[in-house]
């Protein structure tokens, strides 16, 4: 059983009071933030603009270079082992966005959590 560290980057896409969500292409299709896990040489926000740019076809801007929250569990996976993952969270502004997400995106986007 291995045991692995993982660092994820997620965006808290706010437009208005709405936060942007993904549907995860993983088996149990959860809806998260989107983001996804640092790179070897990688900063936070550069991961950060990475992955918002895969997910939703743009990078929308940072609306502070410290992140608001983190937080860190343990998962254990069978046959795989043990993972820590953190998760670290930077606000992102999403008002001056106009989303159109790609068509294979339309599918696993919604624009939901009122905060």
């Known amino acids: 059983m291995g045991k692995e560290n993982i660092i994820s980057i997620k965006g808290i896409c706010l437009k208005g009071q709405s936060v942007l969500l993904k549907q995860d292409n993983g ?6 933030l989107p ?6 040489g990688e900063t936070p ?12 076809g ?5 609306l502070d270079e410290r ?5 860190s569990f343990k998962f ?3 046959d795989e082992g043990m993972e820590q993952i953190t998760c670290i969270y930077y606000l992102v502004d999403f008002d001056s966005y106009d989303f159109e997400p790609q068509e294979e995106q339309l599918q696993t986007m919604k624009s939901s959590c009122t905060i």
């Open 27 to 32: 088996p149990l299709k959860e809806w998260a």
């Open 35 to 40: 983001g996804g896990q640092i790179e070897l």
């Open 45 to 56: 926000l550069v991961t950060l603009e990475r992955e918002l740019e895969e997910e939703l």
């Open 58 to 62: 743009k990078t929308p801007k940072v």
């Open 67 to 71: 992140p608001v929250g983190a937080y």
């Open 76 to 78: 254990e996976d069978g």
